[in-house]
């Protein structure tokens, strides 16, 4: 399980900002955590996202599986507060970082069980 604030520093270097042995100040890991909360209640109402419902739930916790999707998706957000374009952040395809973090989670969401009780129809 990833932590927050590992999510500040992979953001950051995800934006090629930081070398990898480099740390972001705290003011902008204050910055992308804000910024990454207000997207995470986006995410989860959306059900791209949930690590903050359940019983076991550590708010400073993002799943491992989940965490490349969720970079990709604050990065493209928090992109405009450290002075890059976010029509930079496009793949091959024209896909944007936050087209491709969503597509990572929805995957991620798509491989947890529901715990959802199913009914038998007989006929």
């Given at each position: 399980m990833a932590t927050e604030t590992q999510l500040a520093s992979q953001v950051m270097n995800e934006l090629g900002l930081l070398a990898s042995e480099q740390a972001p100040t705290a003011?902008?890991?204050?910055?992308?955590?804000t910024r990454y909360?207000?997207?995470?209640?986006?995410?989860?109402?959306?059900?791209?996202?949930?690590?903050?419902?359940g019983p076991n739930v550590s708010a400073d916790v993002i799943p491992d599986a989940a965490m490349p999707g969720t970079v990709q998706i604050?990065?493209?957000e928090c992109a405009p507060m450290f002075?890059?374009?976010?029509?930079?952040?496009?793949?091959?395809?024209?896909?944007?970082?936050?087209?491709?973090?969503?597509i990572a989670l929805r995957r991620?969401?798509?491989?947890?069980?529901?715990?959802?009780?199913?009914?038998?129809d007989y006929f």
């Open positions: 003011a902008e890991a204050s910055d992308i955590l909360y207000q997207q995470l209640l986006m995410l989860t109402d959306e059900d791209y996202a949930d690590w903050t419902q604050i990065a493209y002075g890059i374009s976010k029509s930079d952040l496009v793949d091959v395809q024209g896909r944007t970082w936050r087209e491709l973090g969503e991620y969401m798509r491989k947890k069980p529901s715990y959802e009780p199913v009914y038998a």
